[in-house]
C-alpha cells in the first residue's frame, strides 16, 4: 500500500522558517522517490522538490532553490521540507507525493500517490 502523509503546516511570519513533514509507509518509503509540491487556488500544483529513494540526490524547483532544503530519515520513513526565509507568496497548500525522481528532475511530474495536504500561510 502507498501513502504518504504530511504534517507541519501552520501560520508563520515573514522571514522564519517551518519546516514540513512527510511519513510514508516502509514500502512507499522505500520503492518511491518523493516529491513536495503546492497549490494556491486557481492555480496548478507546483513543483518544489524531491529527494530519490536512497537519499542520495536531490532536486529543487528555480523558485525555491536556497531558500528550501529536502532531506529524509530512513529509520523514520520519513521525508522533510525545511523551509527558510518564507514570504507571503509562500502561502499555499503544501502536498507530499510518491514518484519516479526522473519525472520530478526532468519535468516536475508527479507521481499518483499524494497525501492530503498541509496549509502554510506566511504573513507579512
Known amino acids: 500500500q502507498v501513502e504518504v502523509v504530511e504534517s507541519g503546516g501552520g501560520l508563520v511570519q515573514a522571514g522564519k522558517s517551518l519546516r514540513l513533514s512527510c511519513v510514508g509507509s516502509?514500502?512507499?518509503?522505500?520503492?518511491?522517490?518523493t516529491g513536495w509540491f503546492r497549490q494556491t487556488p486557481g492555480k496548478e500544483r507546483e513543483f518544489l522538490a524531491a529527494?530519490?529513494?536512497?537519499?542520495?540526490?536531490?532536486t529543487y524547483a528555480d523558485s525555491v532553490k536556497g531558500r528550501f532544503i529536502i532531506s529524509r530519515n530512513a529509520t523514520k520513513y520519513t521525508v522533510y521540507l525545511q523551509m527558510n526565509d518564507l514570504k507571503p507568496e509562500d502561502t499555499a497548500v503544501y502536498y507530499c507525493n510518491a514518484g519516479q525522481f526522473s519525472s520530478y528532475r526532468d519535468s516536475g511530474t508527479p507521481g499518483e500517490y499524494w497525501g492530503q495536504g498541509t496549509q502554510v500561510t506566511v504573513s507579512s
Open positions: 529527494i530519490n529513494w536512497s537519499g542520495s540526490r536531490t
Open positions: 516502509p514500502h512507499t518509503f522505500s520503492a518511491y522517490a
